[in-house]
Nanobody
Framework: QVQLVESGGGLVQAGGSLRLSCAASGSIFSRTAMGWYRQTPGKQRELVATITSGGTPNYADSVKGRFTISRDNAKNTVYLQMNNLKPTDTGVYYC???????WGQGTQVAVSS
């Protein structure tokens, strides 16, 4: 089981930026693809972005050009830089090692119009 701690959420105005971080425990991090997901009340958790162990990113259409996922394997940390935020980006953001059942507690992002 991988332990995950997300941080960096907050309240911002539309057009603002936030940088989320996810610190992971364990030795599997560097060889595991990671994903960022978000969830809003009444909706299923949706995939926002993924990054392979080698650093290749992939994004949901709704965040392309605004969000950047990156990772630092030396620090066992994955990041999500979010720019030009919109109210529709509001939700709880979770990181997740793909292919595992591990989830963190999430970090809340709220974007006001």
């Amino acid at each position: 089981q991988v332990q995950l701690v997300e941080s960096g959420g907050g309240l911002v105005q539309a057009g603002g930026s936030l940088r989320l971080s996810c610190a992971a425990s364990g030795s599997i991090f560097s060889r595991t693809a990671m994903g960022w997901y978000r969830q809003t009340p009444g909706k299923q958790r949706e995939l926002v972005a993924t990054i392979t162990s080698g650093g290749t990113p992939n994004y949901a259409d709704s965040v392309k050009g605004r969000f950047t996922i990156s990772r630092d394997n030396a620090k066992n940390t994955v990041y999500l830089q979010m720019n030009n935020l919109k109210p529709t980006d509001t939700g709880v953001y979770y990181c997740h090692p793909l292919g595992t059942t591990s989830w963190g507690q999430g970090t809340q992002v709220a974007v006001s119009s």
